[in-house]
């Protein structure tokens, strides 16, 4: 069986590239997580349906998120966090934040993904989860990208050989390593799978058909056909394609809407 990291990220890669119209109610995944002391267990249905057996799902209420602000403009009503796991591989970090009108997101190591009808209930936690969407850009998102074209602005401070391990205090960053800073610093934590990055990568998906890359951020970087004006027209592109409805839908991208999501 694949350890859970490697497996939920090949599924995501799959669902990112798949067609909006695979992404109908069919790919709704109802979520039931029962209480265990300070904590609710339970799978969560198609998310994890690439496991031989599924892994163990627990959430527990907490104060904050840590991985970053999604948006500037809304604070969650609350923050639950937590793990996925199995008997193959240590815990994976997970973070769920809900909104006004009981939506949310569902921060993974595959993707942040739609939460709708959540409900705290005596003994459990009941939600539907989107499976096969993801979060859109959001501004902040926008500005953070912005942000990793200013860091590597030139070629003085382009790492090319990447191993997507980020140094505070480095002087030379790659495409991840300029997303990841990027990222602390416009939304204040940083966590791989955000929609900025998820949107970078579907871009490289594009660029690099048959190369086999697999990183796709630290390989295109590497990659020796790749040079400075290849990364910034990339973050050029990536930025535009935050505005175009039809390819955020088409790769399989969702926004918030009326307590609900819509592709796009």
Known sequence: MLPVTIALAALVFSMVSAPAAQADQTSLS?????????????????????????????LQRVKKITTGRW????????????????????NDPIELELY?????ILRTEAGWFPVTNFRA???????????????????????????????????ATWNRADNRECPKNAVTLSIY???????????????????????VRGIIDER?????YQHRLM???????????????????A????????WLKTHGFARPIGGGFQPG
Not at 34 to 48: D, H, T, V, W, Y
Not at 71 to 90: K, N
Not at 133 to 138: E, T
Not at 208 to 212: L, N, P
């Open 30 to 58: 109802s979520c039931t997580l029962r209480q265990a002391g300070s904590e609710f267990e339970g799978p969560c249905g198609a998310l994890l349906a690439v496991f031989d057996h599924l892994p163990a799902v627990t």
């Open 71 to 90: 948006r500037d403009d809304v604070i969650p009503l609350s923050v639950w966090a937590g793990s996925m796991a199995d008997d193959d591989q240590a």
């Open 100 to 104: 006004q009108g009981a939506w949310g």
């Open 121 to 155: 209930l005596p003994g459990k936690l009941m939600f539907d989860l989107y499976a096969f969407y993801q979060i859109s850009p959001s501004t902040l998102d926008r500005r953070i990208v912005q942000r990793a074209a200013a860091l590597l602005s030139n070629a």
């Open 177 to 199: 390593c300029a997303m990841e800073k990027a990222t602390i610093q416009v939304a204040g934590g940083f966590q791989h799978r955000r929609p900025a990055l998820q949107l």
């Open 208 to 212: 690099s058909a048959g190369r086999d």
């Open 219 to 237: 390989d295109y970087n590497n990659d020796p056909r790749t040079q400075l004006s290849d990364i910034q027209s990339l973050f050029k592109e």
């Open 239 to 246: 930025l535009l394609r935050m505005g175009d409805v039809q």
